[in-house]
DNA sequence: GTGAAAGCGCTAACAA
DNA sequence: TTGTTAGCGCTTTCAC
């Protein structure tokens, strides 16, 4: 039973007879060390079972290496395919990354960037809750002149990197898609106004409605929180109206299901008496009964840019690069709820 | 544009003309400090704009305060929602939770382990990848008395505390189940028998087997990966049988989405012909067409144990507490596939 | 190419 | 109750 006490460079410096800032460099791969010394020392360090001190380095270089993420949920699949994308690019720079949820509370957000802040994370990773309506807390960030990155929500009053997908013309698209399948009286489920992506799914949905000279209809229009039971009630207010849709794009594919259940409870075929179409493409969404057509947002991939922007961003801590809003495109995914 | 330096308890000690420990101690409410200076302290830290140095704090105390989490994939329900719970738990303690995925390849997960070890988490919680045969690289982490806590999927070979599920019993409780509704020629698509919860799936359905003495046939164990593909292929191998099964024990919910899949291709009724269970409730199980019997984890509940188990660990880190097993109980859902 | 020395910001003996 | 002192392990000038 040995025990093991930590090793640090002053340890491989003595045993090498060589100094501490030597040993140092070598592990480090610094340029001004013979080649010699460098082997020499890397070879001791894996016999003696040497780990670097990360906190140490960090502390002295104040640097902490590592990115901070916030997300509404953890568990949803839209971020987790996020947080996954921004895990595989973090790693390979070697960056660590620190997750936290907001549950969509804003109080839990503005807690969970405190303590992102007080951990000293090199940038932060950001999808706002649904209740954000103020930017005091990112204001520390901002302040301190810590990267943020937004993706997907955003706080239009703070200035930063923005990843988001072009949630306008996605709900451009989808409205044109239910016309030109005949629909013609198309009615949307919406999210709350305060978030940029239910905003302009909604707008995109009036401009298609415009074009065609469809006149919105008030009635047809239902702002909710999304979830599976606000949908179900906002879907069933939709249909017990005189004169009921034939055509919903529903803000999300769970409120989308919760729509394809109140059909089916009330015989209601889908599409032919009402064609839906949701929004994410869930892993659901393609295995359920009719399928339902929706929109795919490239999760992975814009977690995966938003880690590679922020660390370059980090790494080149110029406050002169200008800010950039990315927007991707989003693919319509047309299947038989509205076919 | 103030220039705000980084505030640290030396400019508080010097405004307030008091020692920097004293600063450090009413900050850290300390119980030897008074009342009075506590509170003159605690205001004008938050005055200044104060923030603590974690770095610096965990240099030198020698806690990183962060626990390390590795899982095979971190967009897969099961896993995003343990990590949900782990982060939820570990928050509220005010641990730090990084993350890493091994994409269920032993190198990646090696890699991943080492970086947390260079990190000096103060405590690792991980559900091994498909391919881990061998335990060094967490050895590094028992070497040196750093508690491992693994869930779900285990190292048999490492002592530690362990959070599983009752895979033996699920098993067992499915294949019960496919009899008790009158199937007799019962089949089961498995995992690969490394992994721990494979395995006790297995043996469960084998133990239901015997237990009503209905011979095993060979051709009715399939042993795959568990993906879609790998999936479909062993249950089109099943069903090509001269005598093909009437029930499918099939190892996880993806390869039963396979099957039924297979079913609707081929025109076979579900579960008229052959009736399917799938494992692990993932979100789409209960929408599909027909909805899909399976196992229910509590993913959440596992992974909020988990963060409670080893911060306890950590907080007490007697080597003297024994380490513990716990295996929670699951949930058999039966619904259409199965009916 | 290498070494000496200073210090990142904090905590925790030990004193007073 | 408060202050003094000594590092935690590393990086990084500045010398040589």
């Known amino acids: 039973m040995k025990k093991h006490p930590e090793i640090t460079i002053h340890h491989l410096a003595e045993v090498l007879k060589i100094s501490a800032s030597t040993v140092s460099r070598a592990l ?18 894996l016999e003696m079972g040497y ?95 810590i990267p943020i990155l937004f993706f997907d929500r955003y706080c239009p009053t703070i200035e930063s990197d923005r990843i988001l997908v072009d949630d306008y013309n996605s709900g451009y698209k989808i409205t044109r898609h239910l016309i030109e399948r005949g629909c ?34 008030k009635e047809y229009l239902e702002v909710t929180g999304l979830t599976k039971e606000e949908g179900k009630l906002a879907f069933s207010r939709l249909m017990s ?9 529903c803000g999300n594919d769970t409120t989308a299901l919760s729509a394809l259940e109140y059909c089916q409870d009330h015989k209601l075929r889908v599409p032919q008496d009402v064609a839906l179409v949701g929004f994410s493409d869930e892993p659901f969404s393609a295995v359920v009964t009719p399928s339902l057509s929706t929109v795919k947002q490239p999760g992975y991939e814009m977690g995966y840019l938003a880690a590679q922007k922020i660390i370059d961003r980090i790494q080149n801590n110029s406050v002169t690069i200008p800010f950039e809003q990315i927007v991707l495109p989003t693919e319509l995914i047309i299947r038989n709820s509205s076919k």
């Not at 480090?28 to 360090?45: F, G, H, L, P, Y």
Request: charged fraction near 30%.
């Open 51 to 145: 780990r670097p001190n990360v906190l140490a380095a960090n502390l002295r270089s104040k640097r902490s290496m590592t990115i901070g993420v916030v997300v509404p949920r953890i568990d949803r699949h839209f971020f987790s395919s996020a947080i996954s994308g921004i895990e595989d690019y973090a790693w390979t720079k070697g960056f660590n990354v620190i997750i936290s949820q907001s549950n969509d509370l804003l109080f839990k957000e503005a807690n969970c960037v405190r303590t992102l802040f007080n951990n000293r994370v090199d940038g932060i990773i950001i999808s706002i809750s649904m209740q954000t309506n103020e930017d005091k807390h990112l204001k520390l960030f901002s302040d301190k002149n």
């Open 184 to 217: 013609k009286r198309i009615a949307h489920i919406a999210g709350p106004e305060l978030l940029n992506i239910y905003k302009n799914r909604k707008e995109g949905y009036l401009k298609a409605l415009e074009e065609v000279e469809i006149l919105p209809v």
């Open 28 to 45: 480090s791969d610094n340029k001004r060390i013979s080649e010699k010394t460098r082997k020499k020392v890397q070879e001791k360090a």
């Open 241 to 249: 109206l005189p004169n009921p849709p034939d055509g919903v794009f």
